[in-house]
């Protein structure tokens, strides 16, 4: 697979499983990558491909039932095991998690939609965003900011790639 040429606050690296692109500013506050279509998520057994790139245990990853809005859901630092599974087998229907417990995974998946992640440097705080045309006019990426608890000048950013005329 040949790789796109990417600005130098991003890289590409090498994973078992395929090729991840990462945010250099972000790295240094929050471990995250964006996968590209090599990285299939079919089953338990796949997840487990994933967890080693990311530090977190293979039960440890939270999804959305996303439904291009502006809803943001909290995970607290020292989330209970029960309360972790109750959110894993009923996705919330939200389009972003806002983090500030290291050992989850928050996960956001887009095709023409776009993935933005934020970290916080000051406080840790982590959040995941799916926005599209509608969570952008409604303001999601703000929402998670403020649910966050986060100044906007604390804040690194990233958005991840999106479907474009050339993929």
Known sequence: ???????????????????ALRCRPLEAIAQH???????????AEAWQTLAPSLGVETDRFLTLNQVH???IVAIHRGIEP?????????????????????????????????????ADRRTGVVAAVH??????AARAAVAARRECGSRPADLVVAIGPAIGACC
Do not use: Y
């Open 33 to 43: 990558l964006f996968t590209t279509r090599q990285l299939q998520l079919p089953s």
């Open 131 to 136: 926005v599209g045309w509608r969570g952008t």
């Open 1 to 19: 697979m040949t790789l796109s040429p990417v600005p130098a606050s991003v890289c590409w690296t090498r994973e078992p499983w395929g090729a």
């Open 69 to 71: 809005g502006r809803e």
């Open 82 to 118: 029960r309360a972790l599974r109750s959110l894993q087998d009923h996705r919330p229907d939200a389009d972003g998690f806002v983090s500030g417990a290291p050992d989850v995974a928050l996960v956001i998946r887009v095709a023409d939609c776009l993935p933005v992640f934020m």
